[in-house]
């Protein structure tokens, strides 16, 4: 389906497993590159938080672009979770992925992914949101899942395909995949453009 792409080398570069399976699903050739010490902060105030996951992955995509080849089309992306109009990133520790879990509990919060598409030539950048909703956690359901799971490298202190999202996750409004970390629905689309044709 998307034949025409193979005059790029696709990079992903993301150490996050759940963006490398998804984007595998997609039955595209890539490769994964992953660049240490890229700068992930972003200027609080100054954004509104729906904006902040774009801001990053496009600053991922500036970080790899001094190294990249004119063959290439580099994939960058960067997932948040939003509710009350605080951005929730990764948990540092457990207290604070507990934290995290009581905010969201009872609750519906947006998930909010920015990808970057880049070549030596275009660029496309986006956002997807997704809705998702959580049953009332009570605190052993939360303490159980922050133990076993240990969910510090995902934002919101969560992944919707563990444990907490089957006992807890009640509604989505969106992309399912979104929430894991890369919209690949859309992804495909976007590629589509590379390659030449509409989606």
């Known amino acids: 389906m998307l034949d025409n792409l193979k005059k790029y080398k696709i990079i992903l570069a993301s150490n996050s497993p759940r963006r490398r399976e998804l984007l595998a699903g997609l039955g595209i050739d890539f490769e994964v590159r992953v660049l240490e010490d890229i700068d992930e902060t972003y200027p609080e105030g100054s954004l509104k938080p729906q904006e902040v996951p774009l801001y990053i992955s496009t600053k991922k995509a500036e970080a790899n672009r001094r190294i990249m080849g004119d063959d290439e089309l580099l994939i960058t992306a960067d997932t948040v979770v939003i509710v009350d109009d605080e951005v929730l990133g990764k948990p540092v520790d457990a207290a604070d992925a507990v934290r995290m879990l009581r905010k969201l509990s009872g609750r519906t919060h947006s998930v909010v992914t920015g990808v970057c598409l880049a070549t030596s030539g275009m660029q496309r950048n ?50 399912y995949f979104n929430v894991m970390g890369l919209p690949v629905q859309r992804i495909y689309c976007e ?6 044709g509409d989606c």
């Not at 049953?135 to 919707?160: M, N, Q, S």
């Not at 590629?191 to 030449?196: E, M, P, S, T, V």
């Open 126 to 175: 986006f956002t997807v949101t997704t809705g998702v909703t959580f049953k009332e956690l009570t605190d052993e359901e939360i303490e159980y899942y922050v133990t076993e799971y240990k969910p510090f490298d995902k934002a919101g202190a969560y992944g919707i395909q563990e444990w907490i999202g089957y006992i807890g996750v009640t509604g989505l409004d969106g992309s």
């Open 191 to 196: 590629l589509q453009h590379f390659a030449g």
